[in-house]
C-alpha cells in the first residue's frame, strides 16, 4: 500500500530548502546564512549516517554468524540458536554474553596463546561480578552466596553467560575449546539446569531453555570424550 506522503512531517532538510525559496524572494540577505544551514545540516546527517554504517560494519565482524562458523565446528554449531543474538539461552544472546563475546575477540587479538580463562578473570573483575567456587554445581551449597542480595542470582547468572560465551565463542572462531573452560562450561550448564535456576525464567519458557541447555551440554560433552 502506497503511503499518503501529504500525511508525513516533512524532513527538516526540506523544510530548510522551503525556507530558503520563500526567504529568499523576500530579502536576499537571509539567503545565505539559511544556504550555509541547510548544508550544515547535510554534512551532519551524512557524518551520521557513516557512523551507523561503520556500527553496522562493526557489529557484524563481532557477532557469530553461521557462514562463519570455524569448518571444525559446522557441524556441532548445528542449529540456529547457536548464532543468536537475541536467544537468552544461546551462548551469545544475552546482554553478559554478547559483551563477553566481543571483548574475547579483542583480548585474542594480543592473547592469541594464552588460555582463555584468563580472560574470563580479568573480564568478571573489571564487571565487579562477585566470586564464587565456579566448579561448584549444588545450588544448596551456593545458597550462602546467593542470599547476599537480590542481585547475586543475576550475578550467577551474568558469570555462566560469560564463561559459556567464551566456550563458545572459542569453538566458533577456533573450532576447539580449551580444557580449563571445558569444565567450567560444564559446570555452569550444569547449574542452570537444577530446578531451583530454571525456575527464575517463566514458567512458559523453562521447557524450551531446558531443551537447549541438554543440546549445549551435549555438545560440551562431545568435545570432552574427545580421543
Request: with cysteine.
Amino acid at each position: 500500500m502506497n503511503k499518503d506522503l501529504s500525511t508525513q512531517t516533512p524532513s527538516m532538510e526540506i523544510r530548510l530548502m522551503k525556507l530558503i525559496y520563500f526567504e529568499g524572494g523576500r530579502n536576499m540577505n537571509n539567503l545565505i546564512p539559511l544556504i550555509l544551514l541547510t548544508f550544515t545540516f547535510g554534512c551532519l546527517q551524512s557524518q551520521d549516517s557513516n557512523s551507523k554504517s561503520i556500527k553496522r560494519e562493526e557489529e557484524i565482524e563481532y557477532s557469530p554468524v553461521i557462514e562463519n562458523v570455524h569448518p571444525k565446528a559446522k557441524n556441532i554449531l548445528d542449529e540456529d540458536f547457536y548464532f543468536s543474538s537475541v536467544d537468552e539461552t544461546g551462548p551469545f544472546g544475552s546482554d553478559d554474553a554478547a559483551d563477553t563475546y566481543i571483548g574475547l575477540i579483542l583480548w585474542r587479538k594480543n592473547n592469541r596463546n594464552i588460555n582463555p580463562e584468563k580472560y574470563l578473570y580479568k573480564h568478571l573483575s573489571e564487571w565487579g561480578y562477585p566470586s564464587f567456587d565456579l566448579l561448584e554445581t549444588d545450588i544448596e551449597k551456593l545458597q550462602p552466596y546467593l542470599s547476599q542480595s537480590n542481585m547475586h542470582f543475576r550475578y550467577l547468572l551474568g558469570t555462566d553467560q560469560a564463561i559459556l560465551a567464551i566456550a563458545f565463542g572459542q569453538l566458533y572462531l577456533e573450532g576447539e575449546i580449551d580444557s580449563e573452560m571445558l569444565t567450567l562450561a560444564e559446570k555452569a550448564l550444569q547449574r542452570h539446569l537444577t530446578p531451583v535456576m530454571l525456575s527464575i525464567w517463566p514458567e512458559d519458557y523453562q521447557i524450551e531453555r531446558k531443551n537447549k541447555l541438554l543440546k549445549m551440554k551435549k555438545v560440551i560433552d562431545k568435545l570432552k570424550n574427545l580421543p
